[in-house]
């Protein structure tokens, strides 16, 4: 019988794959401690209305990604296919809409129906943080600032540049949408399908699409920045200057929009080359009107979400977490009868070792194959116990890498030679 395979655009994380994985969140959630952001967990499903309401009817993630069904008392259920909803959500209904600001750091799955790709998953993961509260340019500089040193400590800031852009208030936003329905409508003919859906419901939806020739009309299309109130542009320029007090240099880009409805003012992407067609790999913005519609009153937020996967790839050779270094036990064991002496005493300083903080390897193989083994795995010390030698009181413990061995015939003048040679640069 094949195999069962993991269900499309899902992968297992194994080995080293999980071990760059790891790096990246606990990275993340240091830097974000040092900004102040404490680590929330919220549920990976929410009431479907949390993501229906929030990100907007017409974005793509409502209209074709979310992961909806009945659970089986009937309430409709989303897998979180992003994480502030479910944080604005858990800051409302824990009753913290007055004990503002507060800064939160997540980590975790998000899953999105999208069709598969280098880069783009079904069950993917973000780290994120949302600084909930301050309405004022030097929040959105603080996020941004803490989404860079996040990619400076992860040793990728340098193959990453920073795009931002403002979207505005509701005012410059009107405006700037009736400028591109107009625009917009001369080449309804040759929108995509999905576009000129968009052009009815949503037109600045269009200016996030993906599709070429859509592209080229945007390309032409009125910018936002030419229709801000002095509000809006007040506000951009002091998150410009804001982040040069941070030393984050940015580029501006007219283009950016976000893929989801609760923006406003400041929008930024962090975007490398390195990727292909999947170049964004820390994306976030202010909102406004989020925690409103989760009853969670008027306070507006910033934050980001970083895709675990994008960085994951983009981690230099040297950054990724080594596997621990283990001391190989090494003893043969008999397959029948009582457990012989030698692999008694064998597991007794196993397990002595790691109590002293000590990686072990128990070794199931002979000898032979054992050292072999402990070779290719760069092991530097061994303990070996033949039967007979143990007969003997004669435990080894070998230095793999200098071929020197010493013999002992006490646990505890074994635990001593095995710690002397890690310390010894073993
Ligand atoms: P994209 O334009 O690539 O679809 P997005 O705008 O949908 O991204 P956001 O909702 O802003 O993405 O999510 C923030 C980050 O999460 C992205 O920049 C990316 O790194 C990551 N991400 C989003 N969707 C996926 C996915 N399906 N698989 C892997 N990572 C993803
Ligand atoms: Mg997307």
């Given at each position: 019988m094949p195999p069962v395979q993991p269900p499309r655009g899902t992968h297992d994380l194994i080995g080293e794959e999980q071990r760059r994985h790891r790096f990246v969140t606990d990275t993340a959630r240091e830097v974000a401690a040092r900004y102040g952001f404490e680590e929330w967990a919220t549920p990976i499903f929410e009431k479907t209305e949390v993501f229906a309401r929030t990100l907007g009817e017409t974005s793509d993630v409502v209209t074709k990604e979310m992961y909806t069904f009945p659970d089986r008392g009937g309430d409709s259920l989303t897998l979180r296919p992003e994480g502030t909803a479910g944080v604005c959500r858990a800051l409302a209904s824990n009753g913290l809409?007055?004990?503002?600001?507060q800064r939160v750091f997540y980590a975790g799955p998000m899953f999105r129906y999208e069709r598969p790709q280098k880069g783009r998953f079904r069950q993917f993961h973000q780290i994120g943080v949302e600084l909930l509260g301050p309405t004022h340019a030097i929040a959105d500089a603080e996020v941004i600032a803490c989404g860079y040193d996040i990619l400076r400590a992860l040793g990728i800031a340098d193959d990453v540049r920073l795009e931002i852009n403002t979207l505005g208030d509701d005012e410059s936003r009107r405006a700037h949408r009736a400028a591109l329905i107009t625009y917009m409508r001369d080449f309804a003919h040759r929108l995509s399908d999905d576009s000129r859906i968009r052009l009815e419901?949503?037109?600045?939806?269009i200016l996030d699409s993906k599709d070429p020739v859509d592209q080229a009309i945007v390309a032409q299309a009125p910018k936002i920045t030419d229709y801000l109130t002095g509000y809006a542009r007040e506000y951009y320029d002091n998150v410009k200057v804001a982040l040069s007090e941070c030393d984050v240099a940015f580029i501006e880009n007219p283009r950016i929009v976000r893929g989801l409805d609760y923006y406003s003012h400041t929008a930024f992407e962090f975007v490398?080359?390195?990727?292909?067609?999947?170049?964004?790999?820390l994306a976030g913005g202010r909102y406004q009107d989020l925690l409103n519609q989760l009853g969670g009153g008027m306070s507006g937020g910033v934050g980001f979400a970083a895709g675990i996967e994008r960085l994951a790839m983009l981690l230099?050779?040297?950054?990724i977490p080594k596997p621990p270094r283990h001391v190989s036990v090494i003893s043969p064991l008999n397959?029948?009868?009582?457990?012989?002496e030698s692999s008694r005493l064998a597991l007794k300083i196993t397990e002595r070792l790691r109590r002293d903080n000590i990686a072990v390897d128990y070794s199931y193989w002979s000898l032979k194959r054992a050292l072999k083994r402990a070779a290719d795995a760069d092991v530097h010390v061994a303990v070996i116990l033949g039967s007979e030698e143990v007969a003997q009181g004669a435990i080894v413990v070998r230095d793999l890498r200098r071929r020197e061995q010493t013999t002992h015939d006490e646990i505890e003048d074994v635990v001593t030679q095995v710690k002397k040679l890690l310390a010894g640069g073993a």
């Open positions: 809409t007055q004990t503002l600001p419901k949503n037109p600045l939806r490398t080359v390195r990727l292909g067609a999947q170049g964004t790999v230099h050779e040297e950054r397959t029948e009868g009582p457990l012989s």
